[in-house]
C-alpha cells in the first residue's frame, strides 16, 4: 500500500455500521459488544468527538475516535484491520486527532488498552505515550488495562508534537485568525476541534 491510496476523512452516520464492526471483532472480541451501531452514531453526532475513517479506495481499514474535554482529550478507539497494520494507518489516525487537540488547545491525551495487549502497548510507546497505570478488572472485570497517556504541555509551541512543524504552521495561523499570539490559543466554545484534510 502506498500513502497516496489512504485518505483520511470525518466519519459520516451511514459508517457507524461499519466501525461498529471493526470494534466488534478487533478491539472488543472477548468482551460484551459496547460500541454497537447506536453508539457509534452517537459519537459522529457528538459536537466535541471526532469519529475519523481510514480509507483505501472507499472501503474503511481503521478508524479512531476521540473525545475532547476542556484539558485533555481521549482516545477512546483505534482499529486498523489486519492487512493494513504496520504501514502507517494507526499512526496517520493518531497524528490528525492530535493535531485537532493541540489547534483546541488541549494539549494531554490518555488512552486505555488491554493489559496483555503487547503489541498495541508498544505501538502507543513508539508514537511518544507512557504507561501511566494500571487499572484492573477494567475491560467489564474479564481483562485488566493499562492507562497511558502524552502530554505537550511544558514543551513550547515552537517545538510542536516532536518538533513537527506542520503542527506549529497550523496553530500560528489558527493564531493568526483569532488575533492571539501562539501558545494561547484556546477553542474555549469546546465544539469538535477539526482541521483541514490534505
Not at 102 to 131: C, D, P, W
Request: glycine share 10%; with cysteine.
Amino acid at each position: 500500500m502506498t500513502s497516496s491510496k489512504l485518505s483520511l476523512r470525518l466519519a459520516r452516520l451511514a459508517d457507524a455500521n461499519a466501525i461498529a464492526t471493526l470494534s466488534r471483532d478487533l478491539i472488543e472480541h472477548g468482551l460484551v459488544w459496547r460500541w454497537t451501531p447506536t453508539r457509534v452514531a452517537a459519537s459522529i453526532r457528538a459536537a466535541n468527538v471526532n469519529v475519523l475513517a481510514a480509507c483505501i479506495q472507499g472501503e474503511i481499514v481503521g478508524f479512531a475516535i476521540m473525545r475532547y474535554g476542556n484539558d485533555e482529550a481521549h482516545l477512546d478507539l483505534l482499529a486498523v484491520v489486519p492487512a493494513y497494520r504496520r504501514v502507517g494507518v494507526g499512526r496517520q489516525l493518531i497524528e490528525w486527532l492530535e493535531e485537532c487537540a493541540v489547534v483546541a488547545g488541549i494539549f494531554s491525551v490518555t488512552l486505555e488498552v488491554r493489559e496483555g495487549n503487547k503489541g498495541a502497548q508498544l505501538f502507543y510507546e513508539h508514537m511518544g505515550y507512557r504507561k501511566l497505570s494500571p487499572l484492573h478488572g477494567y475491560y467489564q472485570g474479564v481483562e485488566a488495562a493499562i492507562r497511558m497517556g502524552r502530554n505537550w504541555s511544558g514543551r513550547s509551541l515552537d517545538q510542536g508534537i516532536q518538533g513537527n512543524p506542520k503542527i506549529c504552521a497550523v496553530e500560528k495561523v489558527l493564531a493568526k485568525i483569532c488575533g492571539v499570539m501562539p501558545g494561547n490559543v484556546k477553542n474555549s466554545s469546546r465544539h469538535r476541534p477539526t482541521k483541514k484534510l490534505d
